[in-house]
Each structure stands twice: as structure tokens, then as C-alpha cells.
């Protein structure tokens, strides 16, 4: 399971184990990442600062 707090104050738990691909987008002063899971049909984007995008990235790393 992956925990992460967004820009918005939203509290995010992604069962990693669903995920098929995630997708970093960088904004002028965010990023933007995309999780997609299974079934093709399911994406879940949230905005985070660098720090956070930094903090999943080295996760999903650990996963791996």
C-alpha cells in the first residue's frame, strides 16, 4: 500500500498490487501523477509538490 497526502488535503491509499503504470507529469510549480490500474479503465491523478512526487517515485522503486 502506498499513503500519500495530495495538494488538496486528500489522504490517497493506492493498493499498489492493481497498478499497472504510474505517470509523473511535471507542471510549472507541481507534478501531476497518474496511477492506472487493471482493467484499463481506472486512473486516479493527484497533484503533489516535488517532495511528495520524490517520496512515491523512491517507493514504487522499493516495490519493484
Given at each position: 500500500m502506498l499513503?500519500?497526502?495530495?495538494?488538496n488535503d486528500i489522504l490517497h491509499v493506492v493498493h499498489i498490487r492493481n497498478v499497472t503504470?504510474?505517470?509523473?507529469?511535471?507542471t510549472?510549480?507541481?507534478f501531476v501523477?497518474?496511477?492506472?490500474?487493471?482493467g484499463g479503465q481506472?486512473?486516479?491523478?493527484?497533484?503533489?509538490?516535488?517532495?511528495t512526487a520524490s517520496l512515491i517515485?523512491?517507493?514504487l522503486g522499493e516495490l519493484s
Open positions: 499513503q500519500f497526502t495530495d495538494l503504470h504510474v505517470q509523473f507529469r511535471e510549472p510549480n507541481n501523477v497518474s496511477f492506472h490500474f487493471i481506472y486512473v486516479v491523478p493527484a497533484t503533489v509538490n516535488a517532495e517515485a523512491e517507493k
